[in-house]
């Protein structure tokens, strides 16, 4: 059984995952108005990635006998123009996940709940991907250039790209 104190931060974590999905489907949409299919097909991937993290968590709490509260999720603000401003905003955004994940990793080893610190070890883990998937669009965007051939070429790649679902967790 795990502590209020790690229930309510893993409860906090399930709304920034869902804002996370939010703010990702927002920018699939974003694309699609803008002509970039591929693009829109990546951030529509990512907003399935994040829902599946959500309800990582939500089971985790369920199983661990603890409440699942939902809160209100924000607006999220869509104030890029270029796939390259998007991405970078999709990275920004990754990093504060990750620093969250951290944080909880830092309240389970505070509470010393092993149990849900092995658990995050798989969010830690799967922050260093998302970080790192991001950086190398980035990459090929800016070498790239954002119009012509090359942006082109790289949406047509992103298109590719389809949800894979976690496998479960053992119990």
């Given at each position: ?45 990512q907003t399935q990635e994040e829902l599946s993290h959500a309800q990582r968590i ?75 998937n991001a950086c190398g669009i980035i990459d090929q965007l800016k070498l790239a ?27």
């Open positions: 059984m795990i502590t209020e104190k790690m229930s309510v931060a893993l409860n906090t974590q399930i709304n920034k995952e869902l804002y996370s999905a939010y703010l990702y489907m927002a920018m699939s949409a974003h694309a699609q108005q803008k002509g970039l299919p591929g693009v829109a097909n990546w951030f529509f991937v939500y089971a985790y709490l369920i199983r661990q006998n603890a409440a699942v509260t939902f809160e209100a999720i924000e607006k999220p603000v869509i104030d890029v123009e270029t796939p390259l401003a998007m991405f970078e905003k999709g990275l920004e955004h990754e990093k504060y996940v990750t620093a969250s994940i951290h944080a909880l990793v830092d309240v389970a080893l505070e509470e010393k709940d092993r149990a849900t610190e092995v658990f995050l070890q798989w969010f830690v883990n799967e922050q260093v991907e998302e970080e790192e250039g954002e119009a012509g051939s090359g942006l082109f070429m790289i949406d047509r790649e992103l298109a590719t790209r389809t949800f894979a679902p976690p496998a479960p967790e053992d119990k």
